[in-house]
C-alpha cells in the first residue's frame, strides 16, 4: 500500500547550524507534498508544501525539494534557532484529494 | 488557524463507554478528514468526506468507529464501545480551496 518514510527519526543541531530531514514515497501518483511542524500540545501546522511541477522551493529559512524520478524530498532549514523545535511530518498525497500519507515524524531539537 | 474547531480537547472515560469527538469547520473548506495520532503508529487517516460524502474509510479499525458529516460544517466521530487501545489523539483537518490541509488542535482521549 502506499507508503511515506521519514529520517531521521531524532534530530540535534547546534542553533544557527542547518537541519535536513528527508522522506520518500511509494505512490507514483501523489503530487503534492506538505510539511508540518507540530509543537506539544497542538495540531500539525503546515510551514510549506511542494507540488510535482516543481523541483524546490523556499520561504525564507526554509526550503524544500523534490525528486519525481527518485521519489524523494527533503526539508532543509537553515539558521535553526530554539523555536524551531519541535516534531516535523512530510506527507505525500493527491492536491485533488487532499488525501495525505505521512511519514513518523522527526523531533527536531536545537541547543542554543 | 484555519477554522477548524474541535471538541472536547481532553475526554476521559472508562472502557465500554460511548465516546463522541466532534469537528466543526468555518466556511470555505470542501473535504474533512479525521486522523488518529499515536507514539506507536504516527498519524493515521481514519476517513474522509468530499462534499459532506464519505469517500474512503478504509482506515476506520473497527466496526466501533463510526462517522458521520450531517452537513457541510459540523462531524463527528464516534467510538462503541470504546476500549483502552482507542487512546490517542483525533484530529480533524480540512482542506481549503487551494488543496492545503489544516489542522484542528485534537481531542486526546484516554480509556481507562
Known amino acids: 500500500g502506499e507508503n511515506v518514510e521519514q529520517h531521521p527519526s531524532t534530530l540535534s543541531v547546534q542553533e544557527g547550524d542547518s537541519a535536513v530531514i528527508k522522506c520518500t514515497y511509494s505512490?507514483?501518483?501523489?503530487?503534492?507534498f506538505p510539511w508540518y511542524k507540530q509543537e506539544l500540545g497542538k495540531g500539525p501546522q503546515l510551514i510549506i508544501d511542494?507540488?510535482?511541477?516543481?523541483g524546490e522551493k523556499k520561504d525564507q529559512r526554509i526550503a524544500v525539494t523534490l525528486n519525481k524520478t527518485a521519489k524523494h524530498f527533503s526539508l532543509h532549514i537553515t539558521e535553526t534557532q530554539p523555536e524551531d523545535s519541535a516534531v516535523y511530518f512530510c506527507a505525500a498525497g493527491s492536491s485533488n484529494t487532499g488525501k495525505l500519507i505521512f511519514g513518523q515524524g522527526t523531533t527536531l531539537q536545537v541547543k542554543p | 488557524d484555519a477554522g477548524v474547531i474541535q471538541s472536547p480537547r481532553h475526554e476521559v472515560t472508562e472502557m465500554g463507554q460511548e465516546v463522541t469527538l466532534r469537528c466543526k469547520l468555518i466556511?470555505?473548506?470542501?473535504?474533512l478528514f479525521w486522523y488518529r495520532q499515536t507514539m506507536m503508529r504516527g498519524l493515521e487517516l481514519l476517513i474522509y468526506f468530499n462534499n459532506n460524502v464519505p469517500i474512503d474509510d478504509s482506515g476506520m479499525p473497527e466496526d466501533r468507529f463510526s462517522a458521520k458529516m450531517p452537513n457541510a460544517s459540523f462531524s463527528t466521530l464516534k467510538i462503541q464501545p470504546s476500549e483502552p487501545r482507542d487512546s490517542a489523539v483525533y484530529f480533524c483537518?480540512?482542506?481549503?480551496?487551494?488543496?492545503?490541509?489544516?489542522f484542528g488542535e485534537g481531542s486526546r482521549l484516554t480509556v481507562l
Open positions: 466556511s470555505g473548506h470542501n473535504s
Open positions: 505512490d507514483s501518483a501523489s503530487n503534492y
Open positions: 511542494i507540488r510535482s511541477n516543481v
Open positions: 483537518a480540512s482542506t481549503v480551496y487551494t488543496g492545503e490541509l489544516f
